[in-house]
């Protein structure tokens, strides 16, 4: 595609239920990233995979938030069990190549997660 | 991984060039320097990466100096359009988690 694709843009949930934040990166971006963004902060490093390899899930915070990429293409963040303090914008972000080097990130539009 | 420092916020006035800095103390030989800018309600956008000495393109240059311990973005005559947040960031090259520190807050005054 001509841009980062994430869906939905806005989802309202309960505490207590799952919800699954889909990115579809740009057209042969070999990386994908995930960040979480709270309001005047700064993006926060989630989790990012090279291809279908998730290379790096440090940023996790507990074993309700997972991701998957199984065809090294488009992306799904699964946050089981919401709680409130899930709540905030998740963004989305490729890269043409892997890591730093010429690592212009493309992000998307977001995902704003609202928890009530 | 190396950290960032950046100023939180700076103000200017349009016309004006602004300098933000970034100190990187414990920047890795593997290491490169990029600069994204975001505006409120939008993902963050590249603006310029460099290795060491200067880089520059049609928005921005980018100042490092030999130790690449800093590094300086450069933006020439702002407007009040460049009012957004700037961040540093300090990637491995051969791959590697990018981390985004707090940002520098520009705000561009008439």
């Known amino acids: 595609g001509a841009g980062v694709s994430q869906s939905p843009r806005y989802k309202v949930t309960k505490r207590g239920q799952d919800v699954a934040l889909r990115c579809d990166p740009i057209s042969g971006h070999v990386s994908l990233y995930w960040y979480r963004q709270a309001l005047g902060q700064g993006p926060e490093f989630l989790t990012y995979f090279n291809y279908e390899a998730q290379q790096d899930k440090s940023g996790l915070p507990n074993d309700r938030f997972s991701a998957e990429r199984p065809e090294g293409s488009i992306s799904t963040l699964t946050i089981q069990r919401t709680e409130q303090r899930d709540s905030a914008m998740y963004r989305c972000?490729?890269?043409?190549?892997?890591?730093?080097?010429?690592?212009?990130?493309?992000f998307g539009e977001g995902s704003r997660l609202t928890v009530l | 991984l190396a950290k960032t420092t950046q100023p939180i916020s700076m103000d200017s006035y349009e016309g004006q060039e602004v300098n933000i800095t970034c100190s990187h103390n414990n920047i890795a030989t593997n290491d490169y320097i990029t600069w994204y800018q975001q505006f409120p309600s939008q993902g963050p956008r590249f603006i310029i990466q460099g290795y060491k000495t200067k880089v520059t393109n049609e928005v921005a240059s980018l100042f490092i100096p030999a130790d690449r311990k800093s590094s300086t973005l450069s933006l020439p005559r702002v407007s009040l359009s460049d009012t957004a947040v700037y961040y540093c960031?300090?990637?491995?090259?051969?791959?590697?988690?990018?981390?985004f520190g707090q940002g520098t807050e520009l705000s561009v005054k008439p």
């Open positions: 972000a490729s890269s043409r190549t892997a890591g730093g080097q010429g690592g212009e990130l493309f």
């Open positions: 960031l300090v990637g491995d090259y051969q791959g590697g988690k990018l981390i």
